[in-house]
């Protein structure tokens, strides 16, 4: 008989649920985006995300269930983000699961919101172990030896700031809305001046290093010097989108240079048999990235992995399925598992 699981994500600034079978069968997805209330503020404000989660929170679950058909007592366990993340909005989504999983005795299944990530292309695509996987995100960017759903070992990772905020906070300075980084994304597209492009000296930091790590701390320093030497006022467009490519491509080919030193680590970890890569959060539904990293699997002989956009960034699918994983391996949590607001992969659990 398949098992039914509900899965809520609340760490940061989407309140979202889903329901997902063990056949991966997505039943009910819902998320709702707090996107226009932080867009005032320029950023993720996080008393304001952990209010609107508690205001919105049953909704959400109560639509899934209505989406799905089911009653919570045809549910088989519930799970929720528990960390990394803003532990106020972490603390709504985990008391909800934990809260109807008391009340139904059934069981509570804590889910690493990073473990989530990268464990979606095993949901979209049913994904064989073990894989490469790069986690691009807003707080997080990682390489990762993916060898089972509890066995994951980190690879690289950024020294300083994550890929999805120096996209974010970049395009802030630049004066665009936010979410930062599909905004950079449309504005690049419409640069047709690769010299003016050139103009623009952005770092690539590690370039050629041999480890899989990044560094985006001064890049941002190089953008806010670039964007103070315009006249106050607007950036003229022309300008803006050709210093929004230059970005970007600085970005793709930092991301590709590393991802040559990683797949070396991952052989000499896991073997030569590497076949698979996954690009996982936020970052990954970004089109021209995206193409580079085509490329570069054709060039290596890989079978690129990316979710669909709308499960590369946060949702409640990728929990529901982390839970299906590791309740499939006999693994659930107490009711006294505490929130954690750093959870690096890897750290042990006190139970579960």
Known sequence: MSTVILG???????????????????????VYSQMKTHRAHGGVVPE????????KIMPVIET???????????????????????????????????????ALDKPFIAVNHLEAHVLTPRLTSNLEFPYLALLVSGGH???????????????????DDALGEAFDKSAKMMGLPY?????????????????K??????????????????????????????????????IPEAEAAALASAFQHCIVETIIDRCQYALELYKSHIGENCARLAVVGGVAANQ???????????THNLTLDIAPPALCTDNGAMIAWAAHERYALGRVDTLDFKALPRWPLGKARKNG
């Open 8 to 30: 809520i994500e609340t760490s940061c600034d989407e309140t979202a649920a889903a329901i997902i079978d063990s056949d991966r069968n997505i039943l009910a997805h819902h």
């Open 197 to 234: 492009e050139k103009a623009y000296k952005l770092p690539r930091p590690f370039l050629g290093a041999k480890h899989a790590d990044f560094s985006f701390s001064g890049l941002k320093t190089a953008m806010r010097q670039n964007i103070e030497a315009f006249p106050e006022g607007p």
């Open 179 to 195: 979410p930062g980084g599909p905004e950079i994304e449309k504005l690049a597209l419409k640069s047709n001046d690769r010299e």
């Open 141 to 159: 960017t990682q390489f990762l030896a993916v060898e089972s759903a509890t066995t994951m070992h980190l690879l690289g990772t950024t020294r």
């Open 64 to 102: 899934c269930l209505d989406e799905a058909g089911l009653k919570p007592s045809q549910l088989t366990a519930f799970a929720a983000t528990c960390g990394p993340g803003l532990i106020g909005g972490v603390m709504v989504g985990m008391m909800a699961a934990k809260g109807m999983a008391a």
């Open 288 to 298: 021209y990235l995206a193409q580079q990293l085509a490329d570069f699997s054709n």
């Open 48 to 55: 304001i995300a952990a209010r609107k989660h508690v205001e």
